[in-house]
């Protein structure tokens, strides 16, 4: 039997809305104890003094570009990346190449993620044949083989027929449906926020309208069908307002939203760093405040990092030819306890955005710490000062915001299982 017996932490449990100090005893990769102090023999210790101790953080939205683009990401570097930034587990994105829109696809991405990923990786697959919007994908199939739900993401249904035939089959094999919900044609060519900035830019505008737009469409579709409506990334204040609005009256519509659309403006973009440049767009001041506010209130339920990774000479081209997406993994933890330090956010809220929320979203095992669950656990010291250089971490590609960055807050350790994955001081381990 192996034990781990993580000891001293400041343990964080939303699920439990536990917040205390204990210790925490994992046995043969599922939670044994939790106590405020465990003996026990033949068991590995971890020294959590100083440090939280949190389920495993789980994100929603994940590009890891395997099959395909394994010169941007795989599923390797994509998973040692994640366990660096204290993900558990990872739900991928289905374009990639070949489009995860056949059984097949999907059955690739999990065997490579047990032979090579050092944490779990659920995939999200296609709700269209080659994300062209026209044709839905066979849903029972890809189920079976293993799809945690289904998206288009980075393309948006167009077509309201099609998405509310989605919908429904989604409803009729228990998956929810993640939408990139921009009204296309209004984007256009858009690549920076409409407004201010993009006409000191110069550059072609992309108005937050065209969100607000689809998420109102695809509200009153799912209202329609009972189905269960995920809006990925939410980066207006527009769409914020719906999705409360369709929650209080008992849509079943769930939201994530990223550490970049919580913490960062379109005047990012004024130096032309292409490494600013996101699907959806940096938004305005206002926007940013009623994402945060969104996050406070449980309008939005979970933190997702769209992990983006895309080549250097990908991004050292002109903003609008670059495209869009910033890696996520290793400095998502840090950003969001900004929110935390300025008062905004209590600890096990912003906590269970990463983990119990997730969970439920997408109907993931992990999420909590209690006797039986699965040993999926995070360490990390919030008052941690470091300074993140993209090269010295560990995905393949560069592309950051934050690069150079002193941050605040880091993670000590990943554990998968019952198993320690990843450490500070020691780097990822192999699985």
């Given at each position: 039997m192996t034990r781990l017996?993580?000891?001293?932490?400041?343990?964080?449990?939303?699920?439990?809305?536990?917040?205390?100090?204990?210790?925490?005893?994992?046995?043969?990769?599922?939670?044994?104890?939790?106590?405020?102090?465990?003996?026990?023999?033949d068991a590995e210790v971890v020294d959590a003094q100083g440090l939280w101790v949190t389920p495993g953080f789980i994100d929603l939205h994940a590009h890891l570009r395997d099959p395909g683009q394994e010169y941007k990401e795989d599923i390797a570097s994509g998973g040692r990346a994640a366990a660096a930034g204290g993900f558990t587990t990872v739900a991928c994105m289905a374009n990639t190449d070949p489009v995860n829109d056949d059984p097949a696809v999907t059955r690739y991405v999990l065997g490579r993620a047990l032979q090579h990923a050092p944490v779990r990786v659920a995939p999200v697959a296609a709700a269209t044949r080659g994300l062209e919007g026209r044709v839905m994908t066979e849903m029972a199939a890809l189920v079976d083989a293993g799809a945690v739900a289904f998206s288009d993401d980075g393309n948006t249904i167009m077509d309201g027929e099609v998405q509310r035939r989605v919908l429904e089959y989604a409803k009729m094999v228990g998956k929810a449906v993640s939408v990139h919900a921009e009204d296309r044609t209004l984007v256009k060519d858009g690549v920076v926020n409409e407004g201010p900035i993009s006409t000191?830019?110069?550059?072609?505008?992309?108005?937050?309208?065209?969100?607000?737009?689809?998420?109102?469409?695809?509200?009153?579709?799912?209202?329609?069908?009972?189905?269960?409506?995920?809006?990925?990334?939410?980066?207006?204040?527009?769409?914020v307002g719906l999705i409360?609005?369709?929650?209080?009256?008992?849509?079943?519509?769930?939201?994530?939203?990223t550490p970049h659309h919580l913490t960062l403006c379109d005047d990012m973009t004024l130096g032309y760093d292409t490494n600013?440049?996101?699907?959806?767009?940096?938004?305005?001041?206002?926007?940013?405040?009623?994402?945060?506010e969104g996050l406070c209130d449980g309008s939005l339920d979970a933190i997702a990092t769209d992990h983006a990774p895309h080549a250097v000479y990908e991004k050292e081209v002109e903003f609008s030819a670059a495209p869009p997406g910033i890696l996520g993994f290793e400095t998502a933890l840090?950003?969001?306890?900004?929110?935390?330090?300025?008062?905004r956010i209590a600890p096990l809220a912003l906590v269970a955005a990463l983990t119990c929320n997730p969970a439920r979203v997408f109907q993931l095992e992990g999420g909590r710490l209690a006797r039986g669950a699965v040993g999926d656990v995070t360490l990390f010291d919030p008052e941690r000062e470091w300074r993140y250089d993209p090269a010295q971490g560990y995905s393949k590609s560069r592309n950051s915001p934050w690069a150079g960055?002193?941050?605040?807050?880091?993670?000590?350790?990943?554990?998968?299982?019952?198993?320690?994955?990843?450490?500070?001081?020691?780097?990822?381990?192999?699985?």
């Amino acid at each position: 039997m192996t034990r781990l017996l993580i000891r001293g932490g400041r343990v964080l449990d939303p699920a439990s809305e536990r917040d205390e100090r204990a210790d925490l005893l994992i046995e043969d990769g599922r939670i044994a104890a939790l106590d405020a102090a465990i003996e026990t023999r033949d068991a590995e210790v971890v020294d959590a003094q100083g440090l939280w101790v949190t389920p495993g953080f789980i994100d929603l939205h994940a590009h890891l570009r395997d099959p395909g683009q394994e010169y941007k990401e795989d599923i390797a570097s994509g998973g040692r990346a994640a366990a660096a930034g204290g993900f558990t587990t990872v739900a991928c994105m289905a374009n990639t190449d070949p489009v995860n829109d056949d059984p097949a696809v999907t059955r690739y991405v999990l065997g490579r993620a047990l032979q090579h990923a050092p944490v779990r990786v659920a995939p999200v697959a296609a709700a269209t044949r080659g994300l062209e919007g026209r044709v839905m994908t066979e849903m029972a199939a890809l189920v079976d083989a293993g799809a945690v739900a289904f998206s288009d993401d980075g393309n948006t249904i167009m077509d309201g027929e099609v998405q509310r035939r989605v919908l429904e089959y989604a409803k009729m094999v228990g998956k929810a449906v993640s939408v990139h919900a921009e009204d296309r044609t209004l984007v256009k060519d858009g690549v920076v926020n409409e407004g201010p900035i993009s006409t000191r830019l110069g550059l072609p505008g992309n108005p937050s309208v065209a969100e607000t737009i689809n998420v109102a469409r695809d509200i009153a579709l799912a209202e329609m069908t009972g189905a269960h409506l995920h809006v990925a990334h939410v980066s207006t204040a527009g769409a914020v307002g719906l999705i409360r609005e369709a929650r209080a009256r008992g849509v079943q519509v769930t939201a994530e939203v990223t550490p970049h659309h919580l913490t960062l403006c379109d005047d990012m973009t004024l130096g032309y760093d292409t490494n600013t440049k996101m699907a959806p767009p940096l938004r305005s001041a206002r926007d940013v405040e009623a994402c945060v506010e969104g996050l406070c209130d449980g309008s939005l339920d979970a933190i997702a990092t769209d992990h983006a990774p895309h080549a250097v000479y990908e991004k050292e081209v002109e903003f609008s030819a670059a495209p869009p997406g910033i890696l996520g993994f290793e400095t998502a933890l840090p950003v969001v306890l900004e929110l935390l330090r300025a008062g905004r956010i209590a600890p096990l809220a912003l906590v269970a955005a990463l983990t119990c929320n997730p969970a439920r979203v997408f109907q993931l095992e992990g999420g909590r710490l209690a006797r039986g669950a699965v040993g999926d656990v995070t360490l990390f010291d919030p008052e941690r000062e470091w300074r993140y250089d993209p090269a010295q971490g560990y995905s393949k590609s560069r592309n950051s915001p934050w690069a150079g960055k002193k941050l605040k807050g880091r993670v000590v350790a990943t554990i998968v299982a019952g198993e320690l994955v990843y450490h500070v001081d020691r780097g990822v381990r192999d699985p």
